[in-house]
């Protein structure tokens, strides 16, 4: 098997968006047979949703070191940014996260719960996929604070 260090850029976003895509499909399988059998489904689900979301973790971690250290061509980079940045996938994650809060929040029924669940994980992956893709921020443009007059006005004190 082949570390994730060697996988290129858009393995590493499919390992991620997969990861999450894998919790969410465990959530809803286990959701219908959760009250009853409580004490097989929840330490299953439990074990496998940590372990998909520290492999979307570490997935998203290593794009995002490949992303900063330049291990990939900038074609590479720039064509997954051009996905990721897109208005499209800004508009899944938002409709995700609203139907994340519609569903899991005010709900009393177990199913719907975990379909809110099923429903939050994938755009979690969507949005670790984002950060790790997003440029670089140049701090040699950022102002330094420490070297700006002190403020004042003449209209201080007035009312």
Same mark, same amino acid.
């Given at each position: 098997?082949?570390? +994730? #260090?060697?996988?290129? *850029?858009?393995q590493?976003?499919?390992?991620?968006? +997969?990861?999450g895509?894998?919790?969410?499909?465990?959530?809803?399988?286990s959701?219908p047979?959760f009250?009853? %059998?409580?004490?097989f489904? /929840? *330490?299953?689900?439990l074990?496998? !949703? #940590? =372990?998909?979301?520290?492999?979307m973790? &570490?997935?998203?971690?290593? /794009?995002? %070191?490949?992303?900063?250290?330049? %291990?990939?061509p900038?074609? &590479?980079i720039?064509k997954?940014?051009?996905?990721v940045?897109?208005?499209?996938? @800004?508009?899944?994650?938002?409709?995700? +996260?609203?139907?994340?809060? #519609?569903? =899991?929040?005010p709900?009393? %029924?177990?199913?719907?719960?975990?379909i809110?669940? =099923?429903?939050?994980?994938?755009? &979690? #992956?969507?949005? &670790?996929? !984002?950060?790790?893709?997003?440029?670089?921020q140049?701090?040699?443009? /950022?102002?330094?604070?420490?070297? @700006?007059e002190?403020?004042?006005s003449?209209h201080?004190?007035?009312?």
């Open positions: 098997m082949k570390r +994730l #260090a060697d996988l290129s *850029p858009n590493l976003a499919g390992l991620t968006m +997969l990861s895509i894998l919790t969410a499909s465990i959530f809803l399988i959701a047979s009250r009853h %059998h409580l004490a489904w /929840l *330490p299953l689900t074990a496998i !949703c #940590a =372990a998909d979301f520290w492999l973790m &570490q997935a998203s971690r290593e /794009l995002k %070191h490949g992303i900063e250290t330049e %291990h990939w900038a074609e &590479q720039e997954l940014r051009s996905i940045g897109s208005p499209f996938v @800004f508009a899944l994650m938002i409709i995700l +996260l609203i139907a994340y809060i #519609a569903l =899991a929040i709900s009393h %029924h177990p199913t719907a719960r975990a809110g669940w =099923a429903i939050y994980m994938p755009s &979690q #992956a969507l949005m &670790q996929l !984002c950060i790790a893709c997003r440029r670089p140049n701090t040699s443009e /950022l102002a330094d604070w420490r070297s @700006f002190p403020i004042q003449e201080w004190g007035n009312r």
